[in-house]
């Protein structure tokens, strides 16, 4: 990252396949929920991963994404996650965290509180992205609620009610959070400075004009998702990229903080993560660090195939951009 000029981390640390992060506050939620015992990220691995990368001016911060994308959180920690029915039985099965029990709240004050102090970072992401309603709808418990709230069957509502008592917890640890675009999207009350980051590709343009428009901090990582792959030289279209094209004003393009480039998991472990990223995300890096009028394919090729060769030289195994050598 250092040799690409990328100077954060975001570290996706957990998700619904596995909970790696050996918490000291709740061990059961590695314990339970790791893929094995010796598939986990203890306090010493956190350690050594931070230092790594402030050694060489990157900054991590971590995601724990809610209230989806959270099946295994559910195995260490009991009655976090919604029980899901199937008419007025119970189905064996769990969705999203529960928004309704104050338990939940107490949980994840707990855990954010921990988090805080492990990781030096000012910010913090909490996802917020891609939450099913289906199990939340099928829960009496919450229909009920929902009822008391005068929510109606609006379940963006009840996500909005969690996501705002999410963020209050983070900023009593006084950290700033981050959040995916969705949270913006069904008109959370979110807190000042809270950073949205737009990860989808439909006009994705449009959200960061009316993200920024609305005085909120944006990330930009809709176009740069190296995990869809495809044949050919898709760094050409990484390249051309202009995060800044929307429609705004000077005092809005400021609110773009920078661009992410994100490899998501699903596909990609150690065997073929490095190839995988660069120098594809090398495109990214030269882009997000030149001006707008820095365009010309020809000579960014040039630069690429030089700057993969250097890297091969030091031993990253980057893939190449097309048919060539290196000295």
Not at 51 to 74: C, K, N
Not at 207 to 226: C, D, N, R
Not at 254 to 266: D, I, S
């Amino acid at each position: 990252m250092a040799f690409n000029k990328f100077n954060v981390l975001h570290w996706h640390v957990v998700d619904d396949q596995s909970f790696p992060y050996q918490s000291i506050t709740f061990p059961e939620l590695s314990n339970k929920g790791s893929y094995t015992l010796s598939h986990v990220y203890t306090p010493n691995d956190v350690r050594k991963v931070i230092e790594y990368a402030r050694l060489r001016g990157i900054r991590v911060v971590p995601e724990f994404d809610t209230p989806g994308h959270t099946q295994s959180w559910g195995k260490g920690q009991k009655d976090l996650l919604t029980p899901c029915y199937r008419g007025q039985i119970p189905a064996n099965s769990a969705g999203p965290i529960n928004p309704v029990l104050n338990t939940t709240y107490t949980f994840l004050t707990m855990l954010f509180k921990e988090i805080s102090k492990v990781f030096p970072d000012q910010f913090v992401h909490v996802g917020g992205d891609e939450v099913e309603f289906d199990c939340w709808a099928s829960n009496p418990n919450i229909q009920n609620f929902m009822k008391k709230k005068g929510f109606g069957q609006d379940f963006t509502k009840l996500e909005s009610f969690y996501m705002q008592k999410l963020l209050g917890i983070i900023a009593s640890v006084n950290k700033t959070a981050i959040v995916w675009q969705e949270v913006f999207d069904n008109k959370d009350k979110l807190q000042p400075g809270t950073i949205i980051q737009v990860w989808k590709i439909e006009r994705y343009n449009s959200e960061l004009s009316q993200v920024t428009a609305s005085g909120f901090p944006a990330i930009l990582s809709a176009p740069w998702y190296l995990d869809l792959i495809s044949y050919g030289q898709d760094w050409r279209k990484y390249y051309l990229v202009e995060p800044l094209d929307f429609q705004g004003s000077d005092k809005q393009k400021k609110l773009v903080l920078g661009g992410e480039a994100c490899l998501w998991g699903e596909y990609v472990d150690a065997t073929n993560l490095t190839p995988r990223l660069w120098p594809r995300a090398s495109a990214v890096g030269e882009r997000l660090w030149s001006d707008k009028d820095v365009r010309d394919l020809s000579g960014a090729y040039d630069r690429l195939s030089r700057h993969r060769c250097r890297m091969l030289r030091r031993g990253i195994s980057a893939q190449p951009l097309f048919v060539g050598f290196c000295d």
